[in-house]
């Protein structure tokens, strides 16, 4: 079956401006998980969402992040007003409910921004 | 100090080799623990899970120390395939994964 996409798989933007990024999960799975990488690096927690709600909010790393997901399917992150230090690969992941360690992630979106 | 800790590598081993990587967490509440891997500038898949009894699937074993806080992961007979990076994962609670910054493994013809 298809797995996690998103969109862009690439987005090159400059500093300021707003940018929208899209995850599709896997059909029939109610958790939703973003992250993010950058370079070198592990992955760091965003957001994660049970549903269309949102219990866990703690690593947005500033006000400028957000993410809302509607119909229990597709989820958008925005971030306002980028900053050259949110440039990193931004990944989304699915998962059964109660299979919350098996998450399905999708080729992430790889954002640069100038 | 990380949540969860590695050491980043790279190892560089022959094809053949057997190859150890260990893992540390910090919460001596977590529950539950987890291996996956993540080849170059592709997504994280999972590995295996980590039991206290250990596990092993093929040429890959998993342990975990619950007193010392610590995981370990095994591969014998070292493929070219198996180079990619691994991530120690620890569950605390809920659906909450908390990923390590990964070892980076390179097998070498």
């Known amino acids: 079956g298809a797995g996690v996409s998103q969109s862009p798989s690439n987005k090159v933007t400059e500093k300021g401006k707003d940018v929208e990024l899209r995850c599709d999960p896997i059909s029939g799975h109610t958790a939703l998980y973003w992250y993010r990488q950058s370079l070198g690096q592990g992955l760091e927690f965003l957001i994660y969402f049970q549903g269309n709600s949102a219990p866990d909010k703690s690593g947005l790393p500033s006000d400028r992040f957000s993410a809302e997901r509607t119909g229990g399917s597709v989820s958008t992150l925005t971030i306002q007003r980028t900053q050259q230090e949110d440039s990193a690969v931004y990944l989304c992941?699915?998962?059964?409910?109660?299979?919350?360690?098996?998450?399905?992630f999708g080729p992430g979106t790889r954002l640069t921004v100038t | 100090r990380k949540e969860v800790e590695q050491d980043p590598g790279p190892f560089n081993v022959p094809e053949g080799a057997t190859v150890a990587f260990n893992c540390t967490y910090s919460n001596s509440a977590s529950q539950s623990f987890f291996w996956y891997r993540q080849d170059c500038r592709k997504e994280p898949k999972l590995l295996m899970s980590?039991?206290?009894s250990g596990n092993e699937d093929g040429r890959f074993t998993a342990q975990l120390n619950r007193a010392s806080q610590y995981i370990s992961l095994l591969i014998r007979d070292s493929k070219l395939s198996d180079s990619a990076t691994y991530l120690c994962v620890v569950n605390n609670a809920g659906n909450m994964l908390t990923f390590g910054g990964g070892t980076r493994l390179m097998v070498k013809p």
């Open positions: 980590v039991y206290s």
């Open positions: 992941a699915s998962s059964l409910s109660h299979r919350a360690y098996e998450q399905y």
